[in-house]
């Protein structure tokens, strides 16, 4: 393996007790790199993502993030990734703006292209999230994952509930 990898790991697994999430996972993404993995319900995709974000703990192998070891250095892995989770949840009082602030607030990141994102997603953020279509939600979501101009980024199922055109 290349030491350059942008996201690399080697037996990976994560066990749920009686079953398994993922077993001996060997993966190298290389920087610049756009990689799809796919699989049926149940294969162990969002495992894996949730493993290299440090949002559950591997039961053996290693996983690294753009050089950082995804659970010693969990903190530095998620400044430089965007991540977009498959089912995002949102403090429905809120409105689209203050969470995007928020986000950004938690993070300790700069949320540089928000405005752009916005305009090109056509949101209108300033409306309170309880109010939004799915859609909007997961537009919203998108915006949160790239406002930071995020070194990489972890897409788990994008384009849930978008409009085609979108």
Not at 49 to 71: F, H, K, N, W, Y
């Amino acid at each position: 393996m290349t030491a350059e990898a942008a996201i690399r790991t080697e037996g990976l697994t994560k066990d749920y007790g009686k079953t398994r999430g993922i077993e001996d996972v060997d993966l190298e993404v290389l920087p610049g790199e756009i990689f799809g993995f796919l699989g049926p319900n149940g294969a162990g995709k969002s495992t894996t993502i949730r493993v290299l974000l440090d949002l559950i703990r591997p039961t053996a192998g290693s996983a690294e993030v753009l050089g950082r070891d995804a659970q010693a250095e969990s903190v530095g892995v998620r400044r430089v990734v965007g991540y977009l989770p498959g089912e995002a949840s949102f403090y429905e009082e809120l409105s689209g703006i203050a969470l995007l602030d928020l986000v950004a607030q938690i993070g300790n990141r700069e949320a540089g292209m928000r405005g752009e994102l916005l305009e090109r997603l056509d949101l209108e953020a300033s409306r309170r999230i309880a109010c939004y279509s799915r859609g909007m939600k997961q537009k919203l979501a998108v915006v949160a994952a790239l406002q930071h101009e995020p070194e990489l980024l972890i897409l788990d199922e994008p384009t849930s509930g978008l409009d085609p055109l979108v």
